[in-house]
T-cell receptor, first 108, second 112 residues
C-alpha cells in the first residue's frame, strides 16, 4: 500500500463544475504539496501547506493534520485545468513521497 | 520555465546505445534528484545528490549511472537499457529538501 493515497484516480467534469481531489497519507509529515503535471510532463507546485487552508485564484487546498488528509478544490473548473494533480508529502527527514496522481479532464 | 532545465525533452534509443540525460538548475539549490515516472505509478526516487555528493541510491540498476559535476548540473548516463526502462525521467532540485522541490519538464525516454 502506498504511503500517499489519492482519490479518485480519474475524474471527468463539465466546465464550471466544482471539483474535489482527496489525499490521505500514513506517515508523519512536515508539509504537504499539491502539484500539477500537464501533458508535456513538467510539474508545477500549486501549494505547500502544513495546516489549515490556502487559496490561490480558483484553487483551494485544505489539510487536516489529525486525520492525515488533504483536499484540493477547483471552483468554476475550466478545460485548461485538465492535468494530473499529484499529492506529495514532505517527511520529517525532508524526503518527498508522492501519490499516484489524479487525472482530471474538464470538458467544455 | 521553472528554473530547472532538462535536455533532451524526448529520446528514443536502442538497447545497445549509450546516451545521457542532462539537468541544470540556477536556483542556488544544494540538492538535486532523479525521479522515474512510469504510467499510472507514483514518482519513483532514483538518486539524490546533496552538495554534489550522492546520498541516496534507491536500488537502481547499474545501467543507470548518475553524475553531479557541480551543484548546478546533474547527468544520468544510460547504457544497455531495457524496454521497461521507457518512462518519463524527471529532475528536481531543492534547498536541503525544505520548502519542496522544483521540477524540470522531464525527458520522455523510449527504449526500442
Amino acid at each position: 500500500k502506498n504511503e500517499v493515497e489519492q482519490s479518485p484516480q480519474n475524474l471527468t467534469a463539465q466546465e464550471g463544475e466544482f471539483i474535489t481531489i482527496n489525499c490521505s497519507y500514513s506517515v508523519g509529515i512536515s508539509a504537504l504539496h499539491w502539484l500539477q503535471q500537464h501533458p508535456g510532463g513538467g510539474i508545477v507546485s500549486l501549494f505547500m501547506l502544513s495546516s489549515g487552508k490556502k487559496k490561490h485564484g480558483r484553487l483551494i487546498a485544505t489539510i487536516n493534520i489529525q486525520e492525515k488528509h488533504s483536499s484540493l478544490h477547483i471552483t468554476a473548473s475550466h478545460p485548461r485545468d485538465s492535468a494530473v494533480y499529484i499529492c506529495a508529502v514532505l517527511g520529517n527527514n525532508n524526503d518527498m513521497r508522492f501519490g499516484a496522481g489524479t487525472r482530471l479532464t474538464v470538458k467544455p | 520555465e521553472t528554473g530547472v532545465t532538462q535536455t533532451p525533452r524526448h529520446l528514443v534509443m536502442g538497447m545497445t546505445n549509450k546516451k545521457s540525460l542532462k539537468c541544470e538548475q540556477h536556483l542556488g539549490h544544494n540538492a538535486m534528484y532523479w525521479y522515474k515516472q512510469s504510467a499510472k505509478k507514483p514518482l519513483e526516487l532514483m538518486f539524490v545528490y546533496s552538495l554534489e555528493e550522492r546520498v541516496e541510491n534507491n536500488s537502481v540498476p547499474s545501467r543507470f549511472s548518475p553524475e553531479c559535476p557541480n551543484s548546478s548540473h546533474l547527468f544520468l548516463h544510460l547504457h544497455t537499457l531495457q524496454p521497461e526502462d521507457s518512462a518519463l525521467y524527471l529532475c528536481a532540485s531543492s534547498q536541503s529538501g525544505r520548502y519542496g522541490y522544483t521540477f524540470g519538464s522531464g525527458t520522455r525516454l523510449t527504449v526500442v
